[in-house]
DNA sequence: TTGAAAGCGCTAACAA
DNA sequence: TTGTTAGCGCTTTCAA
């Protein structure tokens, strides 16, 4: 047996029919135990394994499901493909990578790719849908995918997210329990859903202690590191610079630290500085970082156990799942200097 | 047309032979302009996406390939992963992830994968060959794999690597050139051959220079942040503790910055620490870490054109491909203080 | 409990 | 330039 061996072969040497050896190998009860055993023994001798297309294009089933970030490049994505790629793995499916780059084009692809069999359904954690094509009218919302982190309000995907605001809002008051009045907040790219979450919290929770927000006090970034710095820059053009910082996540929070430190301003004594997602940097950072903690691997995990209830045919009622978050304290925050 | 349109539909519509749609649908030059355009108005009326199955079954490719590494959760990986997406996707090829957590049998399972149609190839990145089956005998060699970044030497495949003893030398040169004499290394986890090398460049360095290495000044890591911590400890519990570090790779590095703070020593006032890799944060750690830049992205797209390669049947004669690192130096090394 | 046979949707060899 | 036809390897009726 030089090539591949397939189910035929099997059937020859075993002296039954193709069928009785597809029945064993998947376990079927229809088979008595002893040309079952026969049929395994054969199979791992001959070293088979089932061709996938074939078995793909006959059971109309894929057994991959496909992860669509903005970025593979992202850290931030990394817990969150571990979660997926585990509970994926014990169902047994497979995962493909898709990345979009923020390019509606390529979002397309990857819709495309459910519809022609490539991958059985889609974790979607960019916050769009593509634009319906000419001519076409495809029910999105009847599509197996799952949308993470992100939201889609136009379909009715079941969603698994945090509540950005709320965590927002309370990294902020975790500073001005710390006394801190002048409170600057680093945005991500606005008008984006969840820049614009965590800009809320931020406004709501100044709002709720009384502080207005100088001019100049909000500042758009787009999550990258250099933003941080150059918005940091920014603020200190002020006449009045805040006391502390409240950045939308831990990239632009090292990049703001690092800009102050070029300053000549110590973090924390002169500045605090509270980030946004936990990156598993931050805790060795300097100093370490006061961020948001998100439970990334499972949202990661529960964004593919939603995948399989609905592949599974469980209907399940489009659920937003929200997962908590926490505020970790570390050293990047302490009271005002006075 | 509630149904996803199949080949036949198209045909029937266009009242040509199915075997006219799919050539006219393949860019075939045996098809009239009229026609295939036709072919292609219809096509996308109809919202037609050829079912990738039935087309994986008859072409016998999956125009996929499967990425194998140690831990989906390493950030090092992002940029490969980058790469080899970026030029996967610009061939056609779809990318899998796979995660082997260093599980032999996992590894198994990758491999089975690319003999059961799942992939066409693989890039592996795990170092390790699966231990050969019992009554079993593949030919590993004749697989499409690339290695990148680890080493296998038994099978015949072609590499994608770095000069790791070169690198880790030259970056030991750097902290002999400031003037350091008692230098200290903390591995990665040996035997392993990348930590191995990268020991290897540090002991060639001291070697050349004509310093000895005292007990103690190799510690074992494994190339987590906590390592390089505990590994800092056991350092500066000798009664003549380093006055510059080098570390195997970023995340022990950063490890090591911070137990070294902790213990009240200034980075690089007194002690000097050379990282590896140039992790995308290193340059906003602080101090900025001095370390090895690999160039990882060519690293995939290099991997992933090999494959591409192979796969298309050109039969490259395993070659080792060996890309250039730098040493970027940075705020943390300084000459000793005398 | 097993076998025969149909067919998933596509591509490609062969014929026209 | 197009059509006819035979599978790719598997699963799953239906019949025995």
Redo the contacts between chains.
């Keep these: 047996m030089s090539e591949?061996p397939k189910i035929k072969d099997i059937a020859e040497r075993a002296g039954v029919s193709v069928a009785t050896v597809s029945r064993a190998l998947s376990g079927s009860s229809l088979v008595t135990d002893e040309t079952r055993k026969r049929i395994h023994e054969l199979a791992?001798?001959l070293?088979y394994?089932?061709?996938?297309?074939?078995r793909?294009?006959r059971t109309?089933r894929?057994m991959?499901v496909l992860?669509v970030v903005r970025d593979?490049?992202?850290?931030f994505y990394?817990?969150i493909?571990?979660g997926v790629?585990a509970t994926a793995?014990e169902a047994g499916y497979?995962?493909?990578?898709g990345?979009t780059e923020n390019d509606p084009d390529r979002e397309v692809e990857y819709f495309?790719?459910l519809?022609?069999?490539?991958a059985d359904g889609m974790i979607l954690m960019t916050g769009k849908l593509p634009a319906q094509?000419p001519?076409?009218s495809?029910d999105f919302s009847s599509l197996p995918v799952v949308v993470a982190l992100e939201m889609i309000e136009t379909a009715g995907f079941p969603h698994v997210q945090i509540d950005n605001i709320a965590a927002a809002r309370h990294a902020v008051e975790h500073l001005i329990a710390l006394g801190h009045r002048r409170i600057a907040h680093i945005a991500g790219p606005l008008p984006e859903l969840m820049a614009t979450h965590r800009r809320d919290g931020y406004r709501a929770a100044m709002d709720a202690a009384g502080l207005s927000i100088p001019d100049g006090y909000e500042v758009r970034g787009d999550y990258l590191?250099e933003t941080g710095e150059t918005c940091v820059a920014q603020l200190f053009a002020l006449s009045e610079p805040p006391t502390a910082i409240f950045a939308a996540n831990d990239e632009m929070a090292?990049?703001a630290?690092?800009a102050l430190?070029r300053l000549g301003h110590d973090v924390p004594g002169d500045v605090s500085v509270v980030g946004f997602d936990d990156l598993?940097?931050s805790k060795?950072?300097?100093p370490p970082l006061t961020t948001v903690s998100q439970p990334r691997a499972d949202i990661g995990r529960t964004a593919m156990s939603l995948l399989l209830n609905i592949l599974s045919g469980e209907d399940i009622a489009a659920p937003t799942v929200v997962l908590p978050t926490a505020l970790s304290v570390r050293g990047s925050t302490a009271p005002p200097r006075r």
Tied chains: 1, 2.
């Design positions: 591949r791992r001798e070293n394994r089932p061709n996938v297309s074939a793909n294009l109309r894929s991959s992860l593979v490049g992202n850290p990394l817990d493909l571990k790629e793995r497979a995962v493909l990578m990345n495309n790719m519809r022609d069999g490539h094509q001519g076409e495809v590191l090292y990049g630290i690092h430190r598993y940097l060795a950072f300097y």
